[in-house]
């Protein structure tokens, strides 16, 4: 059963002006980010990150919230960063809260380049939506976090670079 998503305008996102990426693409760097927790979170060679974007509103993305826990408890070699539209105040009081709970770097990307670099340029259209970036900084899956901990494993087992 794949889980369900928030599903968001296509016509609020602009989302044909950005140029459409692919898996195998190189991932835009990580950067121009407002951090709430842990963090900051960039790109490195031979290490894996997971990015998934949410919001405080979605049901589906409060779901996996503990669940990107359990596997950045799970796989503290990869790096986990969870990335919010929101205003800084709301995001702020719904991480707090979270505590323990969202136990991974979580940021708002007020500037909206991170989504556009990975969300829009991939064409998505719910939330909650996880990316993973490989080893070789390019990105290696795209889809619900639900579905990630099979895919963290290719990448984790991927061979080193040089």
Not at 79 to 90: M, N
Request: charged residues 20%; contains cysteine; proline residues 8%.
């Amino acid at each position: 059963v794949i889980p369900r998503f928030a599903r968001f305008s296509l016509s609020s996102l602009n989302i044909m002006s950005v140029p459409q990426k692919r898996i195998g693409d190189a991932a835009a760097p990580i950067q121009f980010l407002t951090y709430l927790k842990k963090g900051p979170i960039a790109l490195k060679k031979n290490t894996v990150t997971v990015v998934e974007f949410w919001a405080t509103w979605c049901p589906p993305c409060r779901r996996s919230i503990p669940h990107l826990t359990q596997l950045a408890h799970e796989f503290p070699q990869v790096q986990f960063l969870g990335i919010s539209d929101e205003d800084e105040p709301t995001a702020r009081e719904f991480v707090d809260a979270q505590g323990a709970n969202m136990d991974y770097a979580v940021a708002i990307d007020p500037s909206g380049e991170l989504n556009a670099n990975y969300f829009q340029a991939f064409r998505q259209e719910g939330i909650p939506c996880a990316f993973i970036v490989g080893k070789d900084m390019k990105h290696a899956w795209v889809g619900h976090p639900m579905n990630l901990k099979a895919e963290i494993e290719k990448a984790v087992n991927a061979p080193n670079l040089a």
